[in-house]
């Protein structure tokens, strides 16, 4: 026998565990940080939370802005009530008629989001290509790879929120 006690061992290795998590925490947060420093962190492409579609976010001057970058289903389907099956997914809930022809392939979708600091963008509008409406907006980086965007009507209360991750 050693002389020691099962659990000095035991506690010797979660001391051991946790120092090295708070190792782990401590010198991984500046780099999340540090990406989203000057408001590039939520630069990239995102796929959202049903995995439907993946969004392109950008610097657009001194704001930030997103556009369709790829669809899972970039067509209508055959049973298509409005007659456009096959044909490439359209605009076509805009309210503004002029518009409803544009490709959703490639449309600008999200603009006006501002870096204020700590992870978080806001003033930022969120188009909705389902119903043709547009929605007050803000963004908050959770992790390099990981953001919640949360759209609202009026304040923040008013809405709900989502998680997308990060393909690239």
Request: proline share 5%; glycine share 12%.
């Amino acid at each position: 026998m050693s002389g020691k006690f099962p659990a000095e061992s035991l506690l010797r290795s979660a001391a051991v565990r946790t120092a090295a998590l708070l190792f782990l925490v401590i010198f991984s947060v500046p780099f999340v940080t540090a990406a989203a420093g000057n408001g590039d962190g939520i630069t990239g492409l995102w796929e959202v939370a049903d995995g439907s579609g993946r969004i392109e976010i950008s610097r657009c001057g001194a704001s930030y802005c997103g556009a369709i970058f790829w669809l899972k289903e970039p067509f209508y389907p055959p049973d298509d009530k409005r007659g456009m099956a096959g044909s490439p997914l359209l605009d076509r809930e805009n309210p503004n008629k002029g518009l409803a022809s544009r490709r959703q392939l490639g449309l600008k979708i999200m603009e006006g989001y501002t870096f204020q600091g700590n992870n978080f963008w806001n003033n930022g509008k969120i188009y909705n290509t389902e119903n043709g409406k547009t929605y007050a907006s803000s963004i908050t980086l959770l992790s390099h790879d990981r953001l919640e965007l949360r759209g609202f009507i009026g304040i923040p209360l008013f809405g709900g929120a989502t998680i997308w991750k990060r393909v690239r």
